[in-house]
T-cell receptor, first 112, second 115 residues
Framework: AQTVTQSQPEMSVQEAETVTLSCTYD???????LFWYKQPPSRQMILVIR??????QNATENRFSVNFQKAAKSFSLKISDSQLGDAAMYFC?????????FGKGTSLLVTP | GAVVSQHPSRVICKSGTSVKIECRSL??????MFWYRQFPKQSLMLMAT?????????EQGVEKDKFLINHASLTLSTLTVTSAHPEDSSFYIC???????????FGNGTRLTVT
């Protein structure tokens, strides 16, 4: 079975500061993708960043970057220069082609 | 970009009735679609994986006869909640993919309320 674990139910960051959200996963597949999704109160799922497991280089997308440690099965998300609009639920997910499994989510609060 | 349309966005139905939720990929052919259920302040729980032209693969604990999934074409998958009960009230969301190495796209979800 494929599992995704987010150990931080809530995180808080001050505007313009940096925050890191943790995620660990477990899969028996050799080919997989890892994602971070953002879910604002509208409940829409918004892709933040995507990492192919076969790529060693960490993915970056503007203020968002990941620290992908394949051996440790760790996939953390770093948000730099946090903005008020970053406040949302963040879900880590693993996609093996057969299933897309999500972690329980981290609620990010951004304070002015 | 690719868009997945999910309809309806909100539905209220009476206990015992059935309700159908549609998930359409608008500008690509989706070989695989996923259906999720999300309770308030909780994560998305995978219900089933739907492959075009074949039976859906249900996750453990999901009642196949209650949550009927049909993936009749490469652009449409439907989830039918049969004989709905108030405990079926939830947020249902679908996602679609061209294939394993392609991005996943999510519908905007359906808020189901069973009275």
């Amino acid at each position: 079975a494929q599992t995704v674990t987010q150990s931080q139910p809530e995180m808080s960051v001050q505007e313009a500061e940096t925050v890191t959200l943790s995620c660990t996963y477990d899969t028996s597949e050799s080919d997989y993708y890892l994602f971070w999704y953002k879910q604002p109160p509208s409940r829409q799922m918004i892709l933040v960043i995507r990492q192919e497991a076969y790529k060693q280089q960490n993915a970056t997308e503007n203020r968002f970057s990941v620290n992908f440690q394949k051996a440790a099965k760790s996939f953390s998300l770093k948000i730099s220069d946090s903005q008020l609009g970053d406040a949302a639920m963040y879900f880590c997910a693993c996609f093996s082609g057969y299933a897309l499994n999500f972690g329980k989510g981290t609620s990010l609060l951004v304070t002015p | 970009g690719a868009v997945v349309s999910q309809h309806p966005s909100r539905v209220i139905c009476k206990s015992g009735t059935s309700v159908k939720i549609e998930c359409r990929s608008l500008d690509f052919q989706a070989t695989t679609m996923f259906w999720y259920r999300q309770f308030p302040k909780q994560s998305l729980m995978l219900m089933a994986t739907s492959n075009e032209g074949s039976k859906a693969t249900y996750e453990q604990g999901v009642e196949k006869d209650k949550f009927l999934i049909n993936h009749a074409s490469l652009t449409l998958s439907t989830l039918t909640v049969t004989s709905a009960h108030p405990e079926d009230s939830s947020f249902y969301i679908c996602s679609a993919s061209r294939g394993f190495d392609s991005p996943l796209h999510f519908g905007n979800g359906t808020r189901l309320t069973v009275t």
